[in-house]
């Protein structure tokens, strides 16, 4: 299964791509699309788009494991971050691929076994279990990779049973 994993941003949004067989990852791609934040708004979010969607292309994942928001100060901010996540999923569902959303809770729990591990933790254990040389920079890479893991321990199993 080929999962990719998007941690939204409008600024940076980070992504990876993996594939998880039989309890293995092997990692295929991961990066940032960044945008300029001198462009519009919709310049910025058609610009993620384009890459997103250039990224799905590439790949073909069986699905798009997304972050969802957690914000609890800025308002602003959430409200761009959201307009990129939502980017992100249009994307997504444009190429067809299953889309499945995350806490940041889950990701925690789907990675470290720990609900309330740091990030550091997180950043450690997605290292580890990848077998990266280094945690990627910046970490909005390294939790695009969480969520994918996330996936990979925990939605995988949940479509199996659907099938039994």
């Known amino acids: 299964m080929i999962i990719l994993g998007i941690d939204p941003g409008i600024a940076i949004l980070g992504y990876g791509i993996i594939e998880y067989q039989g309890n293995h990852f092997n990692v295929l791609e991961y990066g940032a699309i ?3 934040a001198k462009e519009t708004l919709p310049v910025r979010l058609d610009h993620i788009y384009r890459e997103l969607s250039e990224i799905i292309e590439k790949y073909n994942p069986d699905a798009a494991a997304i972050e969802e928001l957690f ?3 800025n308002s602003k901010t959430a409200l761009l971050v959201g307009h ?3 980017v992100a999923v249009l994307a997504a569902a444009h190429k067809r691929v299953e889309i499945y959303e995350y806490t940041p809770l889950q990701v925690k729990q ?3 076994g720990y609900g309330r591990a740091s990030k550091q ?3 450690l254990m997605t290292k580890t279990l990848l077998n990266l040389n280094a945690i ?3 970490d909005d890479i390294a939790d695009a990779l969480a969520v994918a893991i ?3 321990h925990t939605g995988v199993f949940s479509e ?3 099938l039994k």
Request: glycine share 8%; hydrophobic share 40%.
């Open 84 to 86: 990129a996540r939502g």
């Open 121 to 123: 933790q997180v950043q």
């Open 150 to 152: 996330c996936h990979a």
């Open 110 to 112: 789907g990675v470290v």
């Open 71 to 73: 914000f609890n100060k």
């Open 160 to 162: 199996w049973f659907k």
């Open 34 to 36: 960044l945008t300029d």
């Open 136 to 138: 990627p920079k910046p």
